[in-house]
Structure formats: C-alpha cells, structure tokens
Nanobody, 117 residues
Framework: QLQACGGGLLQAGDSLTLSCVASGRTLNNWIVGWFRQAPGKEREFVTHITWNLGTPSYSNSVKGRFTISRDRAKNTVYLQMNNLKPEDSAIYYC????????????WGQGTLVTVSS
C-alpha cells in the first residue's frame, strides 16, 4: 500500500516536498515513481527511482527543479520540488512496480499541489 502526502497551495517559485510511504511489503527490486494529472489532462510521468540503487529518472519538464530520493529505513520516497510553476499544479500520485514489470500496478491516492502565479 502506498500513501502519498504533502500537497498544498503555493506560489510560483516556492518549494514543496511530497512523501510516499510504502507499507505492507519490501520495495527491494521495485521502482517507485511519481505521476501527476492536471485537470482536463492525461496523467503524466514525473520521475521514478530504483529502490535498490537509488537511480533516478526525470521528465524533461521537471529536470533540474525536482529531486526524487528514498529512505530505505523508512520505506519512503520523497519528491522535492523547487521553483514551482503554475503548470506544476496537479494531483500527484506515487506508484510502484517491480523491475520486471512493464507497468505500474500499485498506486497510492493522490495529493493535490496547486501553484498560483
């Protein structure tokens, strides 16, 4: 089970950290990702991190502004978002899949991030 939290209402240029806590299973050999969905738009990939090695990957839209990290002891993945823009406003979801899977099959509930200009 994945539990995402940390959303809020911010202004452009602000920073925010989202958390995704995994419970009920080990994340060894899994990949944990963040996705977002803005109103009227399709869900899009934001970033992911491999649990074992901590290797990140980012979409071009957030590269250089967002940082994903994980705390293995807390079974938690963080999404540090800096220099937020109004276009970052969306519901953010964390999700997980095994490294052998092609699709994410474990999803947490979303957390809303709203950035005003």
């Amino acid at each position: 089970q994945l539990q995402a939290c940390g959303g809020g209402l911010l202004q452009a240029g602000d920073s925010l950290t989202l958390s995704c806590v995994a419970s009920g299973r080990t994340l060894n050999n899994w990949i944990v990702g963040w996705f977002r969905q803005a109103p009227g738009k399709e869900r899009e990939f934001v970033t992911h991190i491999t649990w074992n090695l901590g290797t990140p990957s980012y979409s071009n839209s957030v590269k250089g502004r967002f940082t994903i990290s994980r705390d293995r002891a807390k079974n938690t993945v963080y999404l540090q978002m800096n220099n937020l823009k109004p276009e970052d406003s969306a519901i953010y979801y964390c999700a997980a899949r095994s490294t052998a899977a092609s699709q994410y099959n474990n999803w947490g509930q979303g957390t809303l991030v709203t950035v005003s200009s």
